[in-house]
């Protein structure tokens, strides 16, 4: 089986499921205290869930391929969140290097562990 180099429907998929996390997240942070407080962390689970989707629905490409689309996956989905809080005034511009690096390294150990685990259900 060949592999390819990034399968874009799966990558547009994962990220666009975790657009919508990121979002609610950002929403009811905006209204939560609670849910607030937890914005980095739940932010970094929901990127690492993007990069996972994508592992797991990218099929036969390398694991540096799903290493790095898991990780955009992360990103793009956490921007989104991002620019919607800070919009909305939660959350100020200086964090956002911090946040991109954490979605970024959340979405790659996601998207390499959705492949492992892909790999462990064909076997």
Known sequence: M???AVNRPALVG???VGAVLQLGMMVGGHFSAPVANLLMVVGAGIAA???LLY???AGAVSSGSVAMAG????VASA???FLVAYLLGDIPATILGPAMV????AGLLGGLLGSS???KEQA
């Open 2 to 4: 060949s592999e390819r």
């Open 14 to 16: 994962a990220t666009l």
């Open 49 to 51: 869930v993007a990069g």
């Open 55 to 57: 592992g797991i629905w």
């Open 71 to 74: 990780a955009l996956a992360g």
């Open 79 to 81: 921007l989104l969140g």
């Open 102 to 105: 954490g979605a970024a390294l």
């Open 117 to 119: 685990l892909r790999r």
